[in-house]
Nanobody, 117 residues
Framework: QVQLVESGGGLVQTGGSLRLSCAAS????????MAWYRQAPGKQRELVAA???????NYADSVKGRFTISRDNKKNTVVLQMDSLKLEDTAVYYC???????????WGQGTQVTVSS
């Protein structure tokens, strides 16, 4: 079983930056994929960014050029650096981990990111 602990959310003004971190623990070896999703009020949860164990990265079009995802395979952590934040980035951000390709994902508890004008 995978446990995920997220940190780094908060309140920031438009144009500002935040850094989200997620640490995975449990019986883990070479996690297949780590990702960040977000869910704004009244909207469906959406993928923000994902990174595989081989370093393949995928970003949502809305965050390309502003957000950067990275991971430390030895520490089983994933970080989302968010720059040039916009009002529409306000959401609860969730860490997501797939230990083995095709397996069900594990989810973190979520961390609130609020961007104000």
């Amino acid at each position: 079983q995978v446990q995920l602990v997220e940190s780094g959310g908060g309140l920031v003004q438009t144009g500002g930056s935040l850094r989200l971190s997620c640490a995975a623990s449990g019986s883990l070896f070479n996690i297949y994929a780590m990702a960040w999703y977000r869910q704004a009020p009244g909207k469906q949860r959406e993928l923000v960014a994902a990174i595989t164990s081989q370093g393949v990265i995928n970003y949502a079009d809305s965050v390309k050029g502003r957000f950067t995802i990275s991971r430390d395979n030895k520490k089983n952590t994933v970080v989302l650096q968010m720059d040039s934040l916009k009002l529409e980035d306000t959401a609860v951000y969730y860490c997501n981990v797939v230990v083995v390709a095709g397996a069900l994902p594990s989810w973190g508890q979520g961390t609130q990111v609020t961007v104000s004008s």
